[in-house]
């Protein structure tokens, strides 16, 4: 596989429409004229018609800011609104088979549950790994017990990919992460679920540029 | 895109986990052995992993009796089970998404819901269509009204592509759907619902023999 440049990573916004105040082609628009780097889209609870439709609209704006964008679960849907990757967690087509049939240029990035998977993770195709959550979050049900910088950093070091830190960043706690060792950070609402949306982008490519 | 023998869709087993007694793979086994001519898997309640791990198993036994293998609803986990085709809805990946990512000679089903729906499928890249509900059913909650012969026959006529009937389909009145047009019938609980699969399977392959 090519390699991503781990510049991309840095200020990852995963957009939930069901997490977002306003509209999230707006957010999109806003936060990645503001300093986002990567933008994902996740929406569990809507029918594939609407998720394809606001993949295909966030591809197009992503890539008017020359920002990646991939697609939460959904290897067809991704494939389908011209992302250029797709993030799966382990219950989600396995990352081998979504490497195979994308191609080796697609971004395929992996969320793994447990060390082994964190070092498997290379060898079956992953682009990069999100691994968290770093803090306590209340984004995602699901999440578990926070990893802390100690968990965190040595999981890292199980895996030569880039990785980001998910789980309860802001931009008061953004260096965490960085010094444990992550090429970026993934936020759900420390921007989405603000008020202003650029102001709270800057903020956060701020708290992370001093850590370069 | 490559046409379809339509040979193939005469016998048509939905195979629906949840709707299935005893174990899918030797439900689908044993039909395929006693004269079912495609099986597609319809798992709506079970998560990504355990579709893909039952396809992938589907595909085999299917396979083994040369028979094809469609997955419902999802093409990535198609793709990744190395089924011969995808059965989408309405509210699923557009028809021309998937037969562009899926290339000319993977089988792509089609439900339309409309008359519409019916007559810009071929265009659209559809392979056959399932039409129904024919008789009223209980397998699908959201199936809508029965069509019956004359509404059947009359969608029917709309398209150019080989159409399969589904919806209340059983052995004692398969004939009205064929001499309404049918290219084949679609069963799921007349064949996965029964006691006897090689016994209800046969009963129904000799109904639609009798109507070539």
């Known amino acids: 596989m090519s390699a991503i440049q781990p510049g991309i990573l840095r200020l990852y916004l995963v957009l939930d429409p069901d997490l977002t105040r306003g509209d999230p082609e707006a957010v999109a628009d806003d936060a990645l004229a503001a300093g986002v780097t990567c933008l994902q889209l996740r929406w569990k609870s809507a029918s594939d018609r609407d998720v394809?439709?606001?993949?295909?609209?966030?591809?197009?704006?992503?890539?008017?800011?020359?920002?990646?964008?991939?697609?939460?679960?959904?290897?067809?849907?991704?494939?389908?609104?011209?992302?250029?990757?797709?993030?799966?967690?382990?219950?989600?087509?396995?990352?081998?088979?979504?490497?195979?049939?994308?191609?080796?240029?697609?971004?395929?990035?992996?969320?793994?549950?447990?060390?082994?998977?964190?070092?498997?993770?290379?060898?079956?195709?992953?682009?990069?790994l999100g691994i968290g959550p770093f803090f306590a979050t209340l984004s995602k049900a699901d999440a578990g017990p926070a990893l802390g910088p100690d968990g965190f950093s040595r999981r890292r070091r199980l895996t030569s990919l880039p990785v980001i830190a998910i789980g309860g960043i802001n931009a008061g706690n953004a260096h965490k992460p960085m010094r444990a060792g992550a090429s970026g950070v993934a936020v759900v609402s420390a921007i989405a679920g603000t008020v202003d949306v650029v102001q709270s982008t800057r903020e956060l490519a701020r708290a992370l540029n001093r850590e370069i």
């Not at 989600?92 to 070092?119: K, N, Q, T, W, Y």
């Open 52 to 128: 394809l439709h606001l993949a295909s609209s966030l591809a197009s704006i992503a890539h008017a800011h020359q920002i990646p964008f991939v697609v939460n679960d959904r290897l067809d849907i991704a494939l389908a609104a011209g992302a250029d990757g797709v993030h799966l967690g382990v219950d989600d087509l396995p990352l081998e088979h979504a490497r195979r049939i994308a191609g080796r240029d697609f971004i395929v990035g992996f969320s793994p549950d447990s060390d082994e998977a964190v070092r498997r993770a290379a060898s079956r195709g992953a682009t990069y």
